[in-house]
């Protein structure tokens, strides 16, 4: 299916009914992802910040935008699902990596700056997820579907 091709229901944004189970499972497992990327990318980051093991931000950016290229390229179902995450795990791993040059740089200007920022971005995120997925109807969620 051509992603252009899709018609888009735009009375699904004023619809304020209550959300199906099947939908609040869907968003469990796509904030679920989300934020197991966003470990990752911290983890990606903190190893390259700790051990300068990665120092070729070429090659790890060309790596993060080939597997975002093929991982927009796989098609989605049941089968591919596993390895469609694995792709996003790499990706969101490579972008942490290609994110310690920054990292150091804040380093050096103020140590607090790093962890202030992931704590502040965790706890919004966290808030965020648990509105969306324990909501019972989407009046709370601003902008509908």
Not at 24 to 42: D, I, N, P, T
Not at 64 to 78: D, I, K, N
Not at 94 to 105: A, E, F, R, S, V
Request: glycine share 8%; hydrophobic share 45%; with cysteine.
């Amino acid at each position: 299916m051509n992603i252009f091709d899709r018609s888009i229901n735009f009375d699904a944004l004023f619809k304020f009914s209550h959300i199906s189970a099947s939908t609040q499972e869907h968003l469990k497992r796509v904030y679920g992802s989300f934020a197991l990327c966003m470990f990752v990318a911290a983890a990606g980051a903190y190893i390259n910040v700790v051990t300068h093991l990665f120092q070729f931000g070429l090659l790890t950016g060309l790596g993060a935008l080939g597997l975002m290229v093929w991982l927009t390229a796989t098609p989605h179902s049941r089968e591919t699902e596993q390895k469609r995450l694995g792709m996003l795990v790499g990706f969101a791993f490579l972008t942490g990596i290609n994110l310690g040059p920054l990292l150091q740089m804040c380093i050096s200007i103020n140590p607090s700056i790093i962890p202030t920022a992931f704590l502040g971005t965790s706890t919004i995120f966290t808030c965020f997820s648990q509105s969306a997925l324990y909501t019972r109807r989407r009046s709370y969620l601003y902008l509908g579907g």
